[in-house]
């Protein structure tokens, strides 16, 4: 698959299943409200550290792909092409992991 076609596939993935979680997130911070739990502190808790986790790192990706393809010479278009990617792949990668969580039976 080329690189471009990727990163597309990669930000529509990721433009479908980011509201998917906020609004299961939404939903069981509701439930908690009016049943009166407090179980959702933690939750809370990991949406605030995750989103500035995946942010510092996305940052540090990107930068580390610009230089390489600084170092290499590569075209304007592959180098903006690897930025991207670098830059969107943390915050896939927490996206899908939170939607499997998110959306896997309650025990």
């Given amino acids: 698959m080329?690189?471009?076609?990727r990163l597309r596939r990669d930000a529509f993935s990721l433009w479908l299943e980011a509201p998917l979680v906020i609004a299961m997130r939404c939903h069981e911070m509701q439930m908690a409200a009016l049943t009166?739990?407090?179980q959702d502190t933690a939750e809370m808790t990991r949406m605030v550290t995750?989103?500035?986790?995946?942010?510092?790192?996305?940052v540090v990706a990107a930068n580390f792909a610009m230089a390489k393809a600084m170092?290499?010479?590569?075209s304007p278009d592959v180098?903006?092409?690897?930025?991207s990617a670098a830059a969107l792949k943390?915050?896939?990668?927490r996206v899908r992991r939170n939607m499997r969580r998110?959306?896997?039976p309650k025990s």
């Fill in 90 to 93: 943390p915050y896939g990668k």
């Fill in 50 to 58: 995750e989103k500035l986790a995946a942010a510092a790192e996305s």
């Fill in 36 to 38: 009166g739990s407090t």
């Fill in 102 to 104: 998110l959306s896997a």
């Fill in 79 to 83: 180098a903006a092409r690897a930025v």
């Fill in 71 to 74: 170092m290499t010479a590569a």
């Fill in 2 to 5: 080329s690189g471009g076609r």
